[in-house]
């Protein structure tokens, strides 16, 4: 059974101009150990993905359709109580701003002392500082934070965006989750510190054995830290496989789009390919499929029927370019 099964789901935001049909019928499965990389541009409908699963949508988006199944449990069924058992131990999520996830009048070491202690708490076992201390100390150095002795008695503005990072990994290593959520944590970091997040994450995945859903709108970085791509565009999946698949057989034109707008380092080819248009307004989203005003290989048939996701191989596609 995976750990997290996602199941037709659908969600809506209720604002002032109307409805917004942020997220349409979006399947997928993550297995245990697995790490699932989403993809696509500002506005697919990838946030809105990471907090539908954690529970954490604002006031005015609602649920409309499908399941979700974290541990065989479906959480869409759970009081406000019972989901709060489930985040952090559960499913942690690290957030895109890292100056923003934690208390600027809180120490480090206070905040990641509350972390261990709700643990414990949800364990059922008597809180222990000095075991708690001690465990603080390990993962810090598990996420390559050096001098943890010193970094713990600072607060979090006489650190670097990359050092904040670092302890929001580890604060989810220390509530000891099933479920890595990540929206876009490398984001805001220059591309050296990137460059060694990911390659952090990946080490974790593997020696604590966790599940990650990732969140990135960049083709480069999901090709490095998921096991498979799943490519989101205006609040459809588009295209689901492994990542070598989706890497090197990319099926979908979007999926082929995003691709050949990645840059080259090793050759000139010029001008760099975009693509055409921008995503649709989900106030009013396109009938049929949602890329088609911008698609090359647009059919009749495009703009009136909604592709069915199918399978091609040991990859999933919606286009009608494929099956029937």
Known sequence: MALLEVKELSVVYRTPFGIVNALNDVTFNIDRGESLAVVGESGSGKS???????????????????SIMFDGINILRLSSSEIKRIRGTGIFMVFQEPATSLNPVFKVKDQLMEAVRIRYEKEGNAFDESKAINE??????????????LIIERYPHQLSGGQIQRIMIAMGLLMRPKLYIADEPTSALDVTVQAQILKLLRDLKREYGISILFITHDMAVAS???DS??????????????TK????EPRHPYTQALLSSIPKISKDEG????????VPNLLNPPTGCRFHPRCP?????????IPSLVKVDNTYVRCHLYGQ
């Open 297 to 305: 290989y647009k059919m009749d048939i495009c703009s009136k029927v």
């Open 136 to 149: 603080i100390m390990s993962v810090l150095r598990d996420v390559r934070i050096p001098d943890p002795e």
């Open 245 to 248: 698949s989706v890497i090197y």
């Open 48 to 66: 809105t993905l990471a907090l539908a699963v954690s529970r954490l949508l604002p006031p005015n988006a609602r649920y409309v359709s499908g």
């Open 271 to 278: 001008k760099l390919p975009a693509i055409g248009g921008t």
């Open 229 to 242: 791509i799943m490519v989101l565009y205006a609040g459809q999946l588009m295209e689901l496989g492994p």
């Open 224 to 226: 490095i830290i998921g």
